[in-house]
């Protein structure tokens, strides 16, 4: 248990530099410890000591969260993330051990990217997120609601009246505001917002029409939202069930990698070709904090990986369910 609180300790001050040397250790301690990550490699007769580079570690399919409970430990979880999605689907679980860390280790890249939480306004429009148990991303945003020190009620499912006015007044005292919403349901709002209402507002789109509206590309659905909020850019925050790391967008889709997760890209026919430099394929993502499951996982998603190692998320393979995270085609 030591290398696991030690290694979830140096994570607070992990830089960029140490990166792979933190990966390859991480790699070998759970190809020693996580069953099912053992036998995958097993099955690949993949030899652990003779993985040198990111680009050699084997990532396993993220289906394996479906149908195994993956875990690098013997452990009582404190909670149980699933994924969204029906009853008659089945659904990912990820066990985590411990939610003070995952709690912790969200605010901590949320405030690389945007600075302190505290005296902000943090609101979610996360209405099909709420109305299943479960969610990380619920998790992730009540966290910040509370870090922030607000009185403004955090969650709203369908209550645009009260939403607004809790941006009217954060307004007036001069607050910043971070609105995350679920695609479908910042569309519902737009629909009645006046102009300039929201116009000092930080709003993420954390994807996802659940089959409410149509789905509509990334350029087409950020110009509609950019124009009804009236700002200048809409953000976006990557994140799956499967992870304890996110990622976050300000702009054009163009997602900025925190500093404990990191995207490769995959040939779309060959999954054993992974590359760390420039181009589009599958996502194959490397999250550190999964240090209690498995930091190595091959993603359902489509990307294009850029030189200085930003990523846009292009769509999904076309046999995989419909996710929470980012799935617009762009």
């Known amino acids: 248990m030591s290398f696991i609180s030690d290694f979830k300790n140096s994570l607070s001050t992990l830089d960029a530099h140490a990166f792979e040397e933190a990966a390859l250790l991480l790699f070998r301690f759970q190809a020693g410890q996580n069953p099912v990550y053992r036998d995958y490699l097993s099955y690949l ?17 993220i289906e394996f969260f479906k149908t195994h409970q993956v875990v690098s430990h013997f452990f009582q979880p404190e909670t149980i993330f699933l994924s969204s999605g029906t009853t008659l689907q089945q659904r990912s679980q990820h066990l985590v ?3 003070a860390f995952y709690k912790h280790h969200a605010q901590l890249l949320f405030e690389d990217s945007f600075g302190p939480l505290a005296g902000c306004v943090v609101l979610g429009l996360l209405p099909s997120y709420l109305e299943q148990d479960n969610s990380s991303l619920v998790m992730m945003v009540d966290h910040f609601i509370q870090a922030t020190g607000q009185q403004e009620e955090g969650f709203y499912l369908d209550n645009h009246t009260a939403l607004r006015g809790a941006v009217a007044g954060a307004r007036r005292a001069g607050k910043n505001v971070y609105l995350f919403g ?38 087409e659905l950020h110009q509609q939202l950019t124009r009804a909020y009236g700002v200048g850019e809409i953000h976006s925050e990557y994140g799956m069930t499967e992870l304890l790391s996110q990622a976050y967008s300000k702009g054009h889709g163009l997602f900025n990698p925190s500093r404990t997760l990191k995207v490769l890209v995959r040939d779309v026919n060959d999954p054993f070709a992974v590359t760390s430099g420039p181009g589009s394929g599958g996502i194959n993502v490397i999250d550190l904090a999964n240090v209690d499951s498995c930091a190595f996982i091959e993603t359902k998603d489509l990307g294009k990986l850029h030189e200085n190692g930003t990523f846009e998320v292009l769509g999904r393979f076309d046999n995989s369910d419909i996710r929470g995270c980012n799935l617009l085609v762009g």
Do not use: C, H, W
Not at 194 to 201: K, R
């Open 97 to 99: 051990a411990e939610t």
């Open 182 to 219: 679920v695609t479908y349901a910042l569309l519902d709002l737009a629909d009645q917002l006046e102009p300039g209402e929201f116009s000092n507002v930080t709003v993420f789109e954390t994807g996802g029409m659940k089959g409410r509206r149509r789905e509509m590309v990334r350029e």
């Open 45 to 61: 007769r993949t030899n652990p000591e003779k993985v040198g580079s990111l680009e050699q570690i084997p990532f396993l399919p």
